[in-house]
């Protein structure tokens, strides 16, 4: 509900949603259910239907599906990226640069998630990325300079101020809590 009626994403999937949402030219937000019935009603219902067939499903297959578990890592992960490899070269008629990307993808995400990188801002970034550029090319056409993000207007300095207070922020938190993680190994 967040998702729809504010135009907050709750998760991952959630921006991936807004994300498809924005490249079909939906606009979430308070206005959503009002602009764009047909689809909230075709939503309700999917959410509806889905739930049922899930419930049906799981009940008969619960005490089969929950065997998965039991299945030794060494044996799931290398299913799992087969079958990711597999999808990444049919899904373009087995083109290899498409399989090489998963690989890279799935690299950095790993290291990404050790280091300590959140994902999903990357994941709106991929997807909103090709609307971000169109639309900064097109503010610097129509004021000719980068001058128009720092000082066009009182707002735009407001806005860059809390950009670095919160950026700012976060770095003294982290600091903080490797200070006390530190103090805590030590005693």
């Not at 959630?14 to 259910?33: D, E, K, R, S, Y």
């Amino acid at each position: 509900m967040p998702l729809l009626s504010l135009g907050i994403p709750g998760d991952s999937t959630t921006a991936i949603l807004i994300g498809a949402f924005t490249l079909q030219g939906i606009q979430v937000g308070p206005l959503f259910i009002g602009d764009n019935l047909d689809t909230w009603y075709i939503m309700i219902a999917a959410l509806v239907l889905a739930n049922l067939v899930m419930f049906g499903i799981m009940f008969f297959a619960i005490r089969y599906i929950a065997k998965v578990i039991e299945v030794p890592k060494h044996i799931l992960y290398p299913i799992i990226v087969m079958m990711c490899v597999v999808g990444a070269y049919a899904i373009n008629y087995g083109i290899m640069f498409d399989v090489w990307t998963l690989l890279i993808f799935g690299v950095f995400g790993y290291i990404a998630t050790k280091v300590g990188i959140e994902l999903v801002p990357l994941i709106i970034g991929f997807i909103l990325g090709g609307s971000a550029e169109v639309y900064f090319v097109k503010s610097l056409e129509s004021y000719g300079t980068l001058t128009v993000f720092f000082t066009k207007s009182p707002i735009a300095v407001f806005l860059w101020a809390l950009i670095v207070l919160s950026l700012a922020f976060s770095i003294y938190i982290r600091l903080r809590a490797r200070k006390k993680e530190s103090l805590a190994s030590y005693s």
